[in-house]
């Protein structure tokens, strides 16, 4: 299973939220006024979220 996670110290939040939009299987989800994740143990692992992430705040690890 993957565990994506977020560095919140790099993250800009929901006035970004290219994740967001980008996940294709919608495991970043916007909490009030920061992302969060969930249903992680479907990630495909794409890594598609690396490459759209502006601050390479996402890390994906089997
Ligand atoms: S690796 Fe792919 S499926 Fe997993 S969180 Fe990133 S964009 Fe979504
Ligand atoms: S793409 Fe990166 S900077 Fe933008 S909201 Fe997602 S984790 Fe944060």
Redesign the pocket.
């Known amino acids: 299973m993957?565990n994506?996670s977020i560095d919140y110290d790099k993250c800009q939040g929901p006035s970004c939220a290219e994740?967001v939009d980008?996940?294709?299987?919608?495991?970043?989800v916007v909490e009030g006024d920061k992302i969060g994740?969930e249903n992680?143990e479907?990630?495909?692992?794409?890594?598609?979220?690396?490459d759209?992430c502006p601050t390479a705040a996402?890390t994906?690890e089997d």
């Open positions: 993957a994506v994740c980008t996940c294709p299987m919608s495991i970043f994740t992680e479907i990630c495909s692992q794409c890594e598609i979220c690396m759209v996402i994906v």
